[in-house]
């Protein structure tokens, strides 16, 4: 199957602070790319949607200017949590969209744990 | 809004076993149906995925049916081992939608 990368895989960092990660398919191009957050004990919640060279689209209730995604080529997204507070604490996944086909599967990156101290 | 359910939360077998994992959605218009496992600290692995015509996938050990009419699903796991111990996750995705809607899955212990 098709390889997603994530980097970090965990941080660590004060409040206050802005993080990024980043999102890379490794062996495909991806016009499209999901970030999700998944807390413990919970269902993985669908941020928003990357789109290559347009503005993301944020589900209900994710606060866009906490959460700016950058979808800059067609291997790479990048999600930085700006002013992260410790309830920001999470475990975050990207996902990126094989073009082509009738099925559109997702593949999953490896996850980054960040925490905020 | 679709829910996604999963029963039970947890299950603790022994090697050997053939066991079945549960997912209930409340929406029966879906365009397909994944599971995933989760490793601890980890991403998705994607096991299976059924489209909405389909009615079972199988991979090796692992078998996944689904009955759309009743929002139903279960992953059928043949003689268990140890390293499936994980955590499985059914998601689905509805018609004209990318978004993945998933439950918060089973954790799967299989003891040796």
């Known amino acids: 199957g098709a390889v997603v990368s994530q980097h970090p895989s965990r941080v660590i960092c004060k409040s206050g602070t802005s993080v990024k990660i980043e999102c890379r398919s490794l062996d495909f191009q991806a016009t499209t790319m999901f970030w999700y957050r998944q807390f413990p004990k919970k269902s993985l919640m669908l941020m928003a949607t990357s789109n290559e060279g347009s503005k993301a689209t944020y589900e209900q209730g994710v606060e866009k200017d906490k959460f700016l995604i950058n979808h800059a080529s067609l291997t790479l997204s990048t999600l930085t949590v700006t002013s992260a507070h410790p309830e920001d604490s999470s475990f975050y996944i990207c996902s990126a969209r094989v073009p082509g086909g009738w099925v559109n599967e997702q593949f999953f990156g490896p996850g980054t744990r960040l925490t905020v101290l | 809004k679709q829910e996604v359910t999963q029963i039970p939360a947890a299950l603790s077998v022994p090697e050997g076993e053939n066991l079945v994992l549960n997912c209930s959605f409340t929406d029966s218009a879906i365009y397909n149906l994944q599971w995933f496992r989760q490793d601890p600290g980890k991403g998705l692995t994607s096991l299976l995925l059924i489209q909405s015509s389909q009615r079972e996938q199988t991979s090796g050990r692992l078998n996944a049916s689904l009955d759309k009419s009743s929002g139903r699903s279960t992953l059928y796991i043949a003689a268990s081992q140890p390293g499936d111990s994980a955590t499985y996750l059914c998601?689905?995705?509805?018609?004209?939608?990318?978004?993945?809607?998933f439950g918060k899955g089973t954790k799967l212990t299989v003891n040796p």
């Open positions: 998601a689905v995705r509805k018609g004209g939608s990318e978004k993945l809607v």
